[in-house]
């Protein structure tokens, strides 16, 4: 059964930084492009990030370039993202999602066959 759990989520202060994990189980993530995403109350999900099958591709969406880095280790079978110099307004659940394909072929909610259960993150002083 195809699984994806996400950890690492937190209270953290403005400026500060986190680490998301997510785990897969039941198959290989060498397959597959992975992308995060995030909700915040009362908006819609948005796509944050998202790396090729193979790890050379990463997308970012404006709002965290520079702050943000998506990165794969297809022999642990997780994918991290590292969220560097957080803002209140980066404050939502974050979720990964899993496609069985090479590339990312962006954020429509439609493309992403499998979700993990989300980690929350909250940035606040």
């Known amino acids: 059964q195809l699984q994806l759990v996400e950890s690492g989520g937190d209270l953290v202060q403005p400026g500060g930084s986190l680490r998301l994990s997510c785990a897969a189980s039941?198959?290989?993530?060498?397959?597959?492009?992975i992308g995060w995403f995030r909700q915040a109350p009362g908006k819609e999900r948005e796509g944050v990030s998202c790396i090729s099958s193979s790890g050379g591709v990463v997308h970012y969406a404006a709002f965290v370039k520079g702050r943000f880095t998506l990165s794969k280790d297809n022999a642990k079978n997780r994918v991290y993202l590292q969220m560097n110099s957080l803002k209140p307004e980066d404050t939502a659940v974050y979720y990964c999602?899993?496609?069985?394909?090479?590339?990312?072929?962006?954020?429509?909610?439609?493309?992403?066959?499998?979700w993990g259960q989300g980690t929350q993150v909250t940035v606040s002083s």
């Open positions: 039941g198959f290989t993530l060498d397959a597959y492009a």
């Open positions: 999602a899993a496609a069985p394909r090479p590339h990312c072929k962006g954020y429509g909610l439609s493309l992403w066959d499998s």
